[in-house]
Antibody, heavy 120, light 108 residues
């Protein structure tokens, strides 16, 4: 199993960014996926979930309405569209494999993370 | 939202020491709890799930216990590679999950 995030970088407050997570080594279309972020010196924070078929999406309150999770199973890729970015969104963003179909699952596979810095 | 509180936040210990970290949940979460180890610049690594089940490949010196609202992670004999930050995580409200604030284990 490999998860490879990309798309991070420096963005000004109010700006937008789209993160990608390329998945390999497992049947991507059969698994739910998550985004988790970790601000410098802090613990991980769960951000968002998408079901295996994309029909169910969940968000933490702090990003609802600003972030959108999506997936393209033909490309084995997970996305996170981030708008109206704030300095407090500065963090390393990880994609994490979820459970198979509708099962819950502990977070056993993580990507290496991509750094997003929101600053003027 | 379910809050997780870890104690201590910081722990100084020597190689060979027995180390115990506690995680308390703000409400009952049955056994839907995991422990992760994180080293600088790396993603968290799953150590224990379902409160007490050792993840494949994790050394047997790690163990977990508890249910309901109080949980512990024990390292029976601390090794040099165990110096890291440890996080608990609850999955009772999956897919929305929460993590504890972390316990940093440093060399005395």
């Amino acid at each position: 199993v490999q998860l490879l995030e990309s798309g991070g970088g420096l963005v000004q407050p109010g700006g937008s960014l789209r993160l990608s997570c390329a998945a390999s080594g497992f049947t991507f279309r059969s698994y739910a996926m998550h985004w988790v972020r970790q601000a410098p010196g802090k613990g991980p924070d769960w951000l968002s979930f998408i079901s295996y078929d994309g029909s169910n999406k969940k968000y933490v309150a702090s990003v609802m309405g600003r972030f959108t999770i999506s997936r393209d199973s033909s490309k084995n890729t997970l996305y996170l569209e981030m708008n109206s970015l704030r300095p407090e969104d500065t963090a390393v963003y990880f994609c994490v494999r979820g459970g198979m179909y509708d099962d819950y699952a502990y977070f056993d596979y993580w990507g290496q993370g991509t750094l997003v810095t929101v600053s003027s | 939202d379910i809050q997780l509180t870890q104690s201590p936040s910081f722990l100084s210990a020597s190689v060979g020491d027995r180390v115990t970290i506690t995680c308390r949940a703000s409400q009952g979460i049955s056994s839907y709890l995991a422990w992760y180890q994180q080293k600088p610049g790396k993603a968290p690594k799953l150590l224990i799930y379902a409160a007490s089940t050792l993840q494949s490949g994790v050394p047997s010196r790690f163990s977990g216990s508890g249910s309901g609202t109080e949980f512990t992670l024990t390292i029976s004999s601390l090794q040099p590679e165990d110096f890291a930050t440890y996080y608990c995580q609850q999955l009772n409200s999956y897919p929305s999950v929460t993590f504890g604030q972390g316990t940093k284990v440093e060399i005395k």
